[in-house]
Structures are given as structure tokens and as C-alpha cells.
T-cell receptor, first 114, second 109 residues
């Protein structure tokens, strides 16, 4: 099976702009989770989608939003970018998102906000 | 107190030695525990998961879980320079996976 794919891999934006990141899960996986990784904070959970519904959400401001399509592909949007949004954004997929399931990570999108 | 704590390191061990990576967690109700390895500039990849108290072995890797002490560890036997990476401990909370900030392991020849 092909792994989790994310596009784009690298992105440079300026403050105030918005950005949309895309994630395609492993075929057959219906749960997609998004994480932000920074050197200081480590991996922080953003949200999880399952069957086109946001099932769980982390402690991020409303500028961070997402959605999932019927084919399980997911997008994450960040509006009004701030310098602190510079990070590696990772998505991970699992079959159903059940507690004991393993999550498989994509290669990430590295976002730089200038 | 952080939900999942790891020593940031670096932990330096010579090639062939045993590397011991530790992780403590705060939620007594946690049931699933994962170890991920992350090479610099790459995404995390799963090494092992453990659900039950005790040891679980997979090749050179052994995960140890002690729920009473809220402690999970990863032992890497016969460490190789290719094991040099950051190791992330992840604990399944009620509705999300909670990661520690990782321990950087350096294996020197």
C-alpha cells in the first residue's frame, strides 16, 4: 500500500496570508489526524477527522481549521498566518481512529512564515 | 506537569551498547503506548506499541510498561549509529495521541 502523502512539502508565506495543506491517507484508512511540530513544543495535536466529521480537537485557535472529503483526503487551513505558525505540519492516518490503533505519519509540510 | 515527559537528551551511547529511553505519563487511565523514531528532517515512524504491563520484544527493541508507576521505556540492544535519532513516546489519551517532546539518541562508533 502507498503511504500517507502530504502536499506541498515546503511552503513559504508571509504574515497575514492563509494557507491550505493537503493530506491523503493510506488507502482504506478513514481517520486523519493533524499535528503541529515545533522544536520547543514537540508534536501538538490539532484535530482529527473521521468520515468527514471532526471528531476531536486540540487547543489551537480558530484560525486553524480542517475538513475531510468523502474519499478520506483531508485539508488543513490556517488563516491570518503568524510568525509562530512556522512549523512542520504532519498528518497521520489510521483505519478507524480507535484508541488502540496505530497512526502512520506522512512526510509533513514544512511551513515558514516570514 | 506535562502529560508525557521525556528527557530531551542527548543520550550518547557507544556502538554495541544498550540504549535506555524513558518516558513517564500523568493519566492513569492511559491504555496504549507507542514509541516512534524520528530522523532529522523526517516524519515519525512507529517502532513499537505496548498495551500490557511487562516487556515486549521486537528484534533489538524492547518496550517495558509499568502502569502502576506510569512509566514506559524503550531499550535498544546492540545500538548502531543508524539508531541515532529522536525517539518520541506517545500515550493514548481519551480522545487523542499525546506525544512527549522526544529524547535525542546519539550512537557513536
Amino acid at each position: 500500500k502507498a503511504g500517507v502523502t502530504q502536499t506541498p512539502r515546503y511552503l513559504i508565506k508571509t504574515r497575514g496570508q492563509q494557507v491550505t495543506l493537503s493530506c491523503s491517507p493510506i488507502s482504506g484508512h478513514r481517520s486523519v489526524s493533524w499535528y503541529q511540530q515545533t522544536p520547543g513544543q514537540g508534536l501538538q495535536f490539532l484535530f482529527e477527522y473521521f468520515s468527514e466529521t471532526q471528531r476531536n480537537k486540540g487547543n489551537f485557535p480558530g484560525r486553524f481549521s480542517g475538513r475531510q472529503f468523502s474519499n478520506s483526503r483531508s485539508e488543513m487551513n490556517v488563516s491570518t498566518l503568524e510568525l509562530g505558525d512556522s512549523a512542520l505540519y504532519l498528518c497521520a492516518s489510521s483505519s478507524s481512529g480507535e484508541i488502540q490503533e496505530t497512526q502512520y505519519f506522512g512526510p509533513g509540510t514544512r511551513l515558514l512564515v516570514l | 506537569q506535562k502529560e508525557v515527559e521525556q528527557n530531551s537528551g542527548p543520550l550518547s551511547v557507544p556502538e554495541g551498547a544498550i540504549a535506555s529511553l524513558n518516558c513517564t505519563y500523568s493519566d492513569r487511565g492511559s491504555q496504549s503506548f507507542f514509541w516512534y523514531r524520528q530522523y532529522s528532517g523526517k516524519s515519525p515512524e512507529l517502532i513499537m506499541f505496548i498495551y500490557s504491563n511487562g516487556d515486549k520484544e521486537d528484534g533489538r527493541f524492547t518496550a517495558q510498561l509499568n502502569k502502576a508507576s506510569q512509566y514506559v521505556s524503550l531499550l535498544i540492544r546492540d545500538s548502531q549509529p543508524s539508531d541515532s535519532a529522536t525517539y518520541l513516546c506517545a500515550v493514548q489519551g481519551t480522545d487523542k495521541l499525546i506525544f512527549g517532546t522526544g529524547t535525542r539518541l546519539q550512537v557513536f562508533p
